[in-house]
């Protein structure tokens, strides 16, 4: 929706907006705790408060959205197909195309957990839907694996509707979370955290009846001896996202094996001319706030796109991820304007200086795998290293 928005502010002629729902607003309207909109609104919405403020837009602007509509054909010079309950089968010829298609969980078929399949065993987000869209409690006691946003919400959640939650598992020595989450979801309820831990077996046929909980060692392996059976009828997996870019590959969109999503330029443009991407799709976000703002980019740019094509600019300058850095996003710059680079580090730690080349530097207070870092380099910065042919991103941690 912020892509359309902003395409239409920025003089498309003609926006569409696709969609597979029943209405605008993606897994905003079930995620109804507040925290959203902090940064971006500066007031703190529930998730289907946020969604309503760029409805309200769209129809304002009188964008056309082309709802309970899947797109399932793209190609790289902007034809997709689509099917849909309406308008059945057709073909659409796009000037420029944004991709916001988000992210996927991962579920138990990528997880290779060994043991029957019981009912009882679902991802977090699906849980989500369940109790908030349908009113329907999954189970009564419940084991969380892995410590994702969305993990540490249900905990919180199902604990308000009256469940045990026995645990939340976490394979890694700190939450995959937000620090807030972790504090507002898990301590405040006093819900029990095993971080360093993994599910080793699903028991149960029908009915999910336990799961075998056991410590795992500095390569992320279970060790032996350690293992204990928790009774519960309700897995939870919150266990990491994945975008979802089945129509990127299919228009021959270059891929980042690091984010899982494009390779983007400042301007979010894909390696395909006239494609863009933004969102959970480019790659996984932890605050609808910045997908918000990198939405407006690419929705920015792609009408551009459509009104003066694409003047090809001087160079290309790669953005790579260094020392104590996962990954970068843009992956390459234009040398031409100023951007914004989204990373993630690998490890956490305090006292953290990240250095962009010789160029610029910040010093957060502290930095964590789970919380993107976001980092503002301006024309001035970009002109020092318009003649470089890469630009090195890398964290020092002293603490």
């Known amino acids: 929706m912020a892509a359309a928005i902003s395409a239409k502010n920025e003089g498309a002629e003609k926006v569409l907006l696709i969609e597979r729902a029943e209405s605008p607003g993606g897994l905003l309207p079930q995620c109804i705790h507040n925290g959203f909109g902090l940064l971006y609104f500066k007031e703190d919405l529930t998730g289907p408060e946020y969604s309503e403020r760029f409805i309200q837009r769209l129809n304002r602007l009188g964008i056309e959205v082309m709802l309970e509509t899947m797109v399932i054909g793209l190609t790289a010079d902007g034809e997709l197909t689509v099917a849909g309950s309406g308008n059945g089968s057709q073909r659409l010829r796009a000037g420029a195309v944004v991709l916001a298609m988000g992210c996927r969980e991962k579920a ?50 199902l604990t308000l509707e009256g469940c045990t939650v026995q645990a939340v598992v976490e394979r890694l020595p700190y939450v995959g979370g937000l620090i807030r989450n972790e504090v507002q979801c898990i301590h405040d309820f006093d819900i029990p955290l095993l971080l360093e831990h993994t599910v080793t077996f699903i028991h149960g046929e029908k009915r999910l009846s336990g799961v075998t909980v056991a410590k795992v060692g500095p390569e992320g392996e279970p060790v032996s001896g350690t293992e204990n059976q928790v009774p519960c009828d309700t897995l939870l997996l919150s266990a990491g996202l994945i975008p979802e870019n089945e129509l990127s590959t299919m228009a021959g969109v270059e891929l980042d094996a690091r984010t899982g999503g494009p390779v983007l330029d400042e301007r979010c443009e894909t ?51 260094g020392a104590n850095v996962r990954y970068v996003v843009p992956q390459i710059l234009s040398g031409e304007r100023p951007a914004t680079l989204y990373l993630r580090v690998t490890r956490p730690g305090r006292n953290a200086t990240i250095r962009v080349a010789d160029i610029l530097r910040k010093k957060p207070k502290a930095v964590k795998p789970s919380e993107m870092i976001k980092v503002e380099v301006s024309a001035d910065h970009i002109k020092k290293c318009a003649d470089a042919e890469e630009i090195i991103v890398d964290c020092d941690i002293k603490g």
Not at 113 to 130: E, F, K
Not at 142 to 147: F, H, N, P, T
Not at 289 to 312: C, I, M
């Open 108 to 157: 138990r078929g990528a997880l290779n957990i060994p043991g029957a399949r019981p009912a009882g065993v679902l991802t977090a987000g699906t849980a989500q839907r369940y109790v908030n869209m349908e009113g329907f409690i999954p189970g009564r006691e419940i084991v969380i694996l892995g410590s994702g946003d969305v993990g540490m919400i249900m905990a919180r959640r």
């Open 271 to 321: 390696s395909a001319p006239g494609i863009f991407s933004a969102g959970n799709v480019a790659h996984v976000h932890d605050l609808v706030d910045n997908v918000t703002w990198q939405s407006e980019t690419a929705g920015k740019y792609a009408a551009r796109f459509t009104l003066d094509p694409r003047v090809a600019g001087p160079g290309k300058v790669a953005v790579r991820p």
